[in-house]
């Protein structure tokens, strides 16, 4: 079976790609870490106007109903510019927890930005002081969430934050939600490590050293096309999670995380080709590719460790 893209499913990316390209993400991501969220709260009002926050809520409350597929299409693209944000536990796991719950109104709208804490593998909720929504969930149930403590983060624009539970627990399915989170997290790396490809490709393009493009010395290209292969190796693992997900397949926990490992892997092959290939400079504040550097190494533990998800992966194939 050779699977692909619908036209619909480019054109809403490419549409994605043209909002946020506008958007000045970087000082987006930027006033975010000093704790300025407004010009990130309007990327997420115009990604609502998109239908993006509405993609995985279902019609009863306006949303999209969408299938999974089309949440990794548009994770890819929000992870590809770093919107900041609680992205994976705002539009796919939320989403899931909430359900028949009329709040999901609100996250369709963008109106309401969500975050989850879900222990052990998600033990704080990211940005859970912006939030309008903290959830806190476990075995099977999800409760409200009062805010605690803040941690530190080797990304500044993802604040972790200590909750507890608040209110009576409600029945969720927190299995699922939990898959939606690592899938999504997984789209959000390769995103993020196709940026940086693309980038170090343009500057291979453009940087000179010895009087030769950098991007002419064979070290540089075999680097840069390693990238390549694991991205695009990567990528249709999280496809085939989307669809082990639409259709409750018995094997979703493994391809799922068969798909976060490999996302992880490739997204810091990225990361440390594209420092190589910038050298110091792609690690300075004033430089933005700094942002996603510091993106990747915070989603590869999100919503379960690559070690963890390997784990799993095994455990899989030899029951």
């Known amino acids: 079976m050779k699977f692909d893209l619908d036209d619909q499913q480019r054109e809403f990316a490419a549409s994605i790609d043209g909002l946020l390209g506008a958007a000045d993400v970087p000082a987006a991501i930027r006033a975010w870490s000093a704790g300025d969220t407004g010009p990130g709260r309007k990327v ?39 919107v900041p944000g609680p992205v994976a536990e705002s539009i796919a796991v939320a989403p899931v927890l909430l359900a028949d719950d009329d709040r999901s109104a609100a996250l369709a709208s963008g109106e309401l930005i969500a975050t989850v804490a879900m222990p052990p593998h998600v033990p704080r909720a990211v940005d859970a002081d912006s939030a309008g929504l903290v959830l806190l969930a476990s075995d099977g149930e999800v409760r409200n969430a009062d805010v605690g403590s803040q941690h530190e983060s080797v990304d500044p624009a993802r604040r972790p934050f200590d909750v507890t539970a608040a209110g009576d627990p409600r029945k969720a399915d927190t299995a699922t939600a939990f898959e939606f989170g690592a899938m999504i997290t997984a789209a959000q790396l390769i995103g993020a490590g196709q940026a940086m490809l693309d980038g170090s490709v343009d500057y291979a393009k453009q940087r000179t050293q010895f009087g030769r493009l ?9 680097r840069l096309a390693d990238v390549h292969i694991a991205i695009e190796l990567a990528r249709p693992l999280i496809f085939g999670a989307a669809l082990s997900l639409a259709d409750g397949s018995s094997d979703t926990a493994r391809d799922v995380s068969a798909a976060k490992a490999a996302a992880s892997e490739a997204a810091l092959l990225s990361a440390r080709s594209s420092l190589q290939t910038h050298g110091a400079i792609g690690y300075t504040q004033e ?16 919503w379960g460790d690559p070690t963890w998800h390997r784990h799993r992966v095994l455990e899989a194939l030899a029951s």
């Not at 115009?46 to 995985?56: H, S």
């Not at 950098?214 to 075999?222: E, F, L, T, V, W």
């Not at 590719?289 to 999100?302: E, F, M, N, T």
């Open 214 to 222: 950098i991007g002419s010395y064979q070290a540089i290209k075999h």
């Open 287 to 302: 430089h933005d590719l700094s942002l996603l550097l510091l993106r990747v190494q915070a989603l590869r533990s999100a």
């Open 44 to 82: 997420w009002a115009a990604l609502a106007d998109l239908g993006v926050t509405a993609l995985a809520v279902s019609e009863k409350f306006d949303g999209i109903g969408a299938h999974p597929v089309d949440l990794v299409v548009a994770a890819e693209r929000l992870g590809y510019w770093g």
